[in-house]
């Protein structure tokens, strides 16, 4: 069966960079900082003092307050990013069309904040005053149910839930979804509101958050000094759809997502494994997927946490995967810029990496300062660059030893 062709038609994104797809990539292209001062949660109870937050986002903007109250914030983000990726698409879902057009957005950890509100309002004053919108606002899948009821999408509808690498495998099955036939356009991406009391004291317990004070140099992906990442939210969606669908309704084309790789560790709950091996191989099958050659690729967006180990084997495993081409090949980790989304992290990197095709440009890895021995790439350090990007891959590797990789191509 000949494989239908699928285009990216519409992206949206709220992030620490800015509240739409067009901010945080022009902030991004300039190597500006989302990452400022831990605010959300009191950061004297915590050896991490920094975040990437938000600034000025105001849901109501985009959903009725009476409705807001009814979500989680990370449902808030899938539900703006999705409605601006759709209006970005110039897409209508009509009554016709709609059992066509799904939803396959996930989050890591979905509603923590709701869960630890709720749970203290348990405590206090019993179970009787426990929200009756509780569990649908904590769990998970409910970012795909409130953007599918708020676009009336009836088509393909799923959650995605593999931590860090949640938002590129949503991605990368929501392509294969067009691409054996069940969906002309499918809504996908990520989003994550983690940062909360516990999940910043479980990332904190664990050691992978920065403990830099300073916000200026705290994500420093691929630098010696590192030590830890920046947690931040967000959302990332991207619209797909069919290459024939598209064209049929005149929509402008950023891309062309061409291959998707998925990969399994076993090997621990939270590290990498050596050598960076089940990274490897899902970069190879997205590659393979895509017809193409490793020699082919211009352009990484690393998953680039600023840890230690992170950092140490993805290069190993890009050096797998490339050989010698693996020191020609631009690699960036624009959450030097973001801080880590978690979840959301890869349908806001999947812009990037579209857009760097179609404009051009690769945005850095800032703060950049002192190079590790190990991490001898080409980083893109601290400032965009010019270059033409032909075809690019982008790179998510999360707890439990989910690894995931998509291949876009420039659209011809």
């Known amino acids: 069966m000949k494989k239908r062709r699928v285009v990216v038609t519409g992206i949206g994104a709220v992030t620490p960079l800015g509240n739409d797809a067009a901010t945080s990539w022009s902030n991004a292209i300039e190597g500006k900082s989302g990452v400022g001062p ?6 004297d109870e915590y050896p991490a003092k920094v975040s990437a937050e938000l600034k000025d986002f105001n849901v109501e903007e985009f959903i009725e307050k ?11 983000y899938a539900v703006a990013a999705s409605l601006m990726a759709v209006k970005d698409a110039d897409l209508v879902i009509t009554d016709e069309n709609a059992p ?3 939803v396959w957005i996930g989050s890591g950890i979905g509603g923590m904040e709701t869960f630890e509100n709720q749970y203290e309002i348990f405590l206090n004053r019993g179970y009787r005053r426990v929200s009756p919108f509780f569990v649908p606002m904590m769990i998970p899948d409910m970012a795909a149910g409130q953007v599918s009821i708020a676009l009336g999408a009836r088509g393909f509808n799923s959650c995605t839930v593999t931590a860090c690498a949640t938002g590129t495998n949503s991605i990368g099955d929501a392509f294969k979804v067009i691409q054996r036939g069940d969906a002309d356009v499918m809504v996908a991406g990520g989003a994550e509101a983690p940062i909360t009391k516990m999940a910043v004291a479980g990332f904190c317990a664990n050691t992978a958050l920065s403990n830099n004070p300073d916000p200026k140099t705290a994500s420093r992906p691929f630098d010696l000094n ?24 005149g929509a402008k084309i950023y891309a062309e997502i061409v291959g998707y790789g ?5 090997y621990h709950i939270t590290a990498p494994a050596p050598g960076g091996e089940g990274g490897a191989r899902a970069m190879k099958m997205a590659i393979d997927d895509a017809g193409l050659s490793p020699e082919q690729i211009d352009y990484i967006n690393a998953h680039g946490t600023s840890t230690d180990y992170n950092d140490k084997y993805e290069t190993m495993a890009i050096k797998e995967v490339f ?3 693996a020191y020609n090949v631009a690699i960036s ?13 890869g349908g806001v990197e999947a812009i990037f990496t579209v857009l760097a095709i179609k404009e051009g440009i690769l945005p850095p890895t800032i703060n950049y300062e002192t190079p590790d021995p190990e991490c001898d790439l080409d980083y893109v350090p601290n400032k965009s660059r010019r270059k033409e990007v032909k075809a690019a891959i982008s790179n998510s590797l999360g707890f439990g030893g989910h ?4 291949a876009f191509v420039r659209y011809e």
């Open 38 to 43: 831990l605010t959300r949660i009191n950061a």
């Open 66 to 76: 009476k409705d807001a109250r009814k979500m989680d914030r990370f449902t808030h």
């Open 100 to 102: 066509r057009v799904g």
């Open 226 to 249: 590192r030590d830890g990442f920046v947690i931040g939210e967000g959302a990332g969606v991207v619209i797909l759809e069919e290459l024939e669908h598209a064209l049929a309704r």
């Open 262 to 266: 998925a990969t399994g560790d076993a």
């Open 323 to 325: 050989g010698e081409h």
């Open 333 to 345: 980790s624009t959450k030097s810029m973001t801080g880590h989304l978690l979840g959301a992290a």
């Open 403 to 406: 690894n995931a990789t998509i």
